[in-house]
């Protein structure tokens, strides 16, 4: 019996390492999935009161084919894509970018508006989801990988 015990007791380390090994993981923003790739962006609404309304559809042409680009150094760029809205604007922002893994959140530094800390919602090898609420009002952006 003592045997038997002492058996059960050698198999409780092997059998919390493999439960802690196949455990879900933690949701965590996969930064290779965000990096070195344009992304267009290709929906974006605002809710207010729990009204959402549709804002992608009122953007112009123009803008409508701006993209970002988030590099591995921090780094992120805005780029005004083939049609520009004012010939004086920039061609390309460059601004920053900094992930907070454990919270899905994406932050941004760049002076086009995308400010601040970010709800990641989505992020995969083609689309990217975020959402950020500013004096009760829900902005919510989708982009697509160029």
Sequence with gaps: MKNLFFLALLAVPFIAAYTKENAEPEPALKVELLTGKDWMRTGS???VNGVTTD???????CDKDDYMRFEEAQEMFYDEGASKCSAASPQRIKGVRWVDDGKMILGMGISNGH???????????NTLTFAQTIADKRYTYTFTKR
């Design 115 to 125: 400010n601040g800390a970010h709800q990641v919602i989505e992020l995969s090898a």
């Design 55 to 61: 804002t992608h559809a009122t953007l112009s042409a």
């Design 45 to 47: 609404t605002i809710t």
